[in-house]
Nanobody, 124 residues
Framework: QADLVASGGGLVQAGGSLRLSCAAS????????MGWFRQAPGKEREFVGA????????YYADSVKGRFTISRDNAKNTVYLQMNSLKAEDTAVYYC????WGSGSYYPYEYEYWGQGTQVTVSS
């Protein structure tokens, strides 16, 4: 089982940067592919990116490719989402999620565990 706590959200101006963190409890963090999703008001939850359990592969939504970077530190049981060149349309609640031995799926239902979400607001 993985309990996830996301942090690092806040208010930033367009063009700015934020780094989100997701800390996981448990001793099997290195077995989980970690994903980031976001949900804006009135919209469905959408895939942002994922990093496989080995850290060997990363996947990104087209809307964030080249601006966001996912990384993980298995020794710290933490996954990060570095967000640069933020845009107003990046405003959303961001969630981290864990998928045991996952392949980096784009689909939320593939992920077994979810963090509580952290708000990111980008002012234009």
């Amino acid at each position: 089982q993985a309990d996830l706590v996301a942090s690092g959200g806040g208010l930033v101006q367009a063009g700015g940067s934020l780094r989100l963190s997701c800390a996981a409890s448990g001793r099997t963090f290195s077995s989980y592919t970690m994903g980031w999703f976001r949900q804006a008001p009135g919209k469905e939850r959408e895939f942002v990116g994922a990093i496989t359990w080995s850290g060997g592969s990363t996947y990104y939504a087209d809307s964030v490719k080249g601006r966001f970077t996912i990384s993980r530190d298995n020794a710290k049981n933490t996954v990060y989402l570095q967000m640069n060149s933020l845009k107003a349309e990046d405003t959303a609640v961001y969630y981290c999620a864990a998928d045991l031995w996952g392949s980096g799926s784009y689909y939320p239902y593939e992920y077994e565990y979810w963090g509580q979400g952290t708000q990111v607001t980008v002012s234009s």
